[in-house]
């Protein structure tokens, strides 16, 4: 059995008074440990995608569900809690919080959790310590270089222990060194802790790096 599966999923936005059609009777199966690359156009929808497989947004129709668990028929409250516990999400743009340091950005899940402090301190720098931000634990994050900031987004991601990790063009505001050194870190996560990830990206040694590659276009995926 697959750990991710999508069937019949569709999405639509309105924009102004016309209804654009994103997804298409998307069919999607990933398997538990797989790192699957998700590549296309821009704007094609795989934001979209991520979003709906992570239970950040909800389809028109179809179903996703992920281990044991259908996201497409759980309750907004069930729902909050599967996202905030079971997925990790790294973004673009890292999304931390400039008023707060490298370790407090990456506990802000825990405390979310109400993990306690000690706990949620200990894993965070035990994180922090193996993206190689040990000595950057008290930066703020316009004290860090773009790169750093993306390894604390990683360790943010993975501070909970999630199921599973969704990327989203994780390398594409980063130069081509620093991106590879984040596709290279992102793969070595991903084994070490046991993942199954989808990550959409329009970087070909990341895609590469993956298990697999589906394109994604005209609302359906293919193989690349």
Same mark, same amino acid.
């Given at each position: 059995?697959?750990? $991710?599966?999508?069937?019949?999923?569709?999405?639509?936005?309105?924009?102004?008074?016309?209804?654009?059609?994103?997804?298409?009777? %998307?069919?999607?199966?990933? !398997?538990?440990?797989?790192?699957?690359?998700?590549?296309? !156009?821009?704007?094609?929808?795989?934001?979209?995608?991520?979003?709906?497989?992570? =239970?950040?947004?909800?389809?028109? @129709?179809?179903?996703?569900?992920?281990?044991?668990? +259908?996201?497409? @028929?759980?309750?907004?409250?069930?729902?909050?809690?599967?996202?905030?516990?079971? $997925?990790?999400? $790294?973004?673009?743009?890292?999304? %931390?919080?400039?008023?707060?340091?490298?370790?407090? /950005?990456?506990?802000?899940?825990?405390?979310?959790?109400?993990?306690?402090?000690?706990?949620?301190?200990?894993?965070?720098?035990?994180?922090? @310590?193996?993206?190689?931000? !040990?000595?950057? %634990?008290?930066?703020?994050?316009?004290?860090?270089?773009?790169g750093e900031q993306q390894r604390v987004a990683?360790?943010?991601?993975?501070?909970?222990?999630?199921?599973?990790?969704?990327? #989203?063009?994780?390398?594409? #505001?980063? #130069? +081509? /060194?620093?991106?590879?050194?984040?596709?290279?870190?992102?793969?070595?996560?991903? =084994?070490?802790?046991?993942?199954?990830?989808?990550? !959409?990206?329009? /970087?070909?040694?990341?895609?590469?790096?993956?298990?697999? $590659?589906?394109?994604?276009?005209?609302?359906?995926?293919?193989?690349?």
């Amino acid at each position: 059995m697959s750990f $991710v599966s999508v069937s019949g999923l569709n999405k639509s936005f309105t924009v102004g008074s016309q209804r654009i059609h994103i997804l298409r009777d %998307l069919h999607l199966e990933v !398997a538990a440990g797989e790192m699957v690359a998700i590549v296309g !156009a821009s704007g094609v929808g795989k934001s979209t995608l991520l979003h709906l497989l992570g =239970a950040l947004d909800r389809c028109d @129709s179809g179903t996703v569900r992920v281990s044991d668990s +259908e996201l497409t @028929s759980m309750s907004d409250a069930a729902v909050v809690e599967f996202r905030n516990r079971h $997925v990790g999400f $790294v973004f673009q743009f890292h999304h %931390l919080m400039p008023e707060f340091d490298a370790a407090e /950005n990456v506990e802000m899940p825990m405390r979310v959790a109400r993990v306690p402090r000690q706990e949620s301190r200990r894993r965070a720098t035990e994180l922090l @310590s193996r993206v190689g931000l !040990a000595e950057r %634990l008290s930066h703020r994050p316009g004290m860090l270089s773009g790169g750093e900031q993306q390894r604390v987004a990683v360790a943010r991601a993975l501070v909970m222990q999630p199921l599973l990790l969704l990327a #989203d063009e994780p390398t594409g #505001d980063l #130069d +081509e /060194n620093t991106g590879d050194a984040l596709h290279h870190l992102l793969r070595e996560m991903h =084994a070490e802790h046991g993942l199954t990830s989808v990550i !959409a990206t329009h /970087n070909p040694r990341l895609a590469a790096a993956c298990d697999r $590659v589906l394109r994604l276009e005209r609302g359906s995926l293919h193989p690349a």
